[in-house]
């Protein structure tokens, strides 16, 4: 199977599982100079506060950490800047964006700095780096491991990731 039909395959399996699990789907978003091929949002209510979950779709033939970087960047941004939520992030109104990158190949260092640390993070928001390498037809993520969002958030995170993205 050539990587191309793998990257959408990858892509409609998973936007399925996201959408039977009632996440609202957009496609072809435009945000600034760029089309996210899809968006995934779901927002659910989480004891007096909300928790929304983003997840932003992008293709890459070679994907290096630059460009990995300037995704996760612009995936988090588009998913602040169009929230449904209209209270800022913190405690009780928590934003999760996963950046999930589509390549059809993937730079060692791209895939290394994923499963190291997150690149975007603060209280009550944080951008987690995905990456889909259709080469290898492997799924890379963060997996846990403290920082802000302290060791249970980040494994719910990592869990959520798994549920989605590692459709394996």
């Known amino acids: 199977m050539s990587v191309q039909k793998r990257i959408d395959r990858y892509l409609h399996e998973t936007l399925d599982a996201l ?33 929304e979950l983003v997840f932003v779709f992008a293709t890459f033939a070679r994907l290096t950490e630059g460009k990995l970087d300037d995704f996760l960047d612009d995936a988090y941004e588009y998913a602040r800047g169009s929230r449904k939520v209209n209270l800022p992030p913190g405690v009780a109104n928590t934003l999760w964006v996963y950046a999930v990158a589509l390549a059809e190949e993937a730079s060692d260092n791209a895939v290394e700095g994923v499963q190291e640390s997150l690149r975007v993070q603060g209280f009550g928001y944080a951008a987690f780096p995905v990456v889909y390498d259709a080469g290898a037809d492997e799924v890379y993520f963060f997996r846990g491991g403290g920082g802000l969002l302290g060791g249970r958030g980040i494994g719910q995170v990592a869990d959520l990731a798994k549920k989605y993205l590692d459709l394996h």
């Open 19 to 51: 959408e039977e699990d009632n996440f609202e789907i957009f496609e072809n978003e435009r945000f600034d100079d760029a089309v996210f091929p899809a968006v995934a949002v779901k927002v659910k209510s989480v004891g007096i506060g909300s928790q």
